[in-house]
């Protein structure tokens, strides 16, 4: 006699637009009335209900499980720069999940596990986060800075210490040439 209940193959009513080389690893229902639909991880990042996209894994900032809800917080790309991107928060979007499964353990897991550098440095004016994140299908880390809120992102000053972070945390990342 089984323990647990099997949880049904997601519909395929409900089933985002797949690349060939993504697959399913958890699904939920939104039940509560403006965000209904179906949340779906995958092993390339988490489709949200409304959405003609999916959000790769490295490009939410935050996910918070309280229980009942699931929020996501998503990157918005501000600028481009030398090496890398400046990001800040999208408006978090909370999805009540009446029956979660596993998707709220897939989703911190595959947040967390694309994190593979992450450090809160004083800048002129503020604080940035420098991020090294694994993305599906690249080879080395994507590099991401985001600015605490009321630090003057767009100062010239501001600009040049989070490249010289930035180069600094490549470095220190960087595969050692003697191995």
Request: glycine share 10%; charged share 25%; hydrophobic share 45%.
């Amino acid at each position: 006699m089984a323990l647990f209940r099997r949880r049904p193959k997601l519909p395929a009513a409900d089933r985002p637009p797949l690349a060939a080389d993504e697959r399913v690893l958890a699904w939920a229902a939104a039940g509560n009335g403006e965000g209904d639909g179906v949340l779906v991880a995958t092993n390339l990042g988490l489709w949200l209900p409304g959405r003609a996209h999916r959000l790769g894994w490295h490009d939410i900032l935050k996910a918070v499980w309280s229980g009942r809800e699931l929020t996501v917080t998503p990157a918005e790309q501000v600028a481009e720069r030398d090496g890398y991107l400046v990001v800040a928060d999208r408006p978090a979007e909370t999805y009540l999940l009446l029956d979660p499964g596993d998707l709220p353990h897939q989703v911190r897991a595959r947040v967390t596990r694309s994190v593979a550098y992450t450090q809160i440095h004083p800048v002129p004016g503020g604080a940035g986060r420098v991020v090294g994140r694994r993305v599906a299908g690249v080879d080395g880390l994507t590099w991401t800075v985001r600015f605490d809120p009321g630090t003057p992102a767009d100062d010239a000053e501001v600009l040049a210490e989070a490249d010289r972070l930035v180069a600094a945390a490549r470095a220190a990342t960087a595969p050692d040439a003697t191995d």
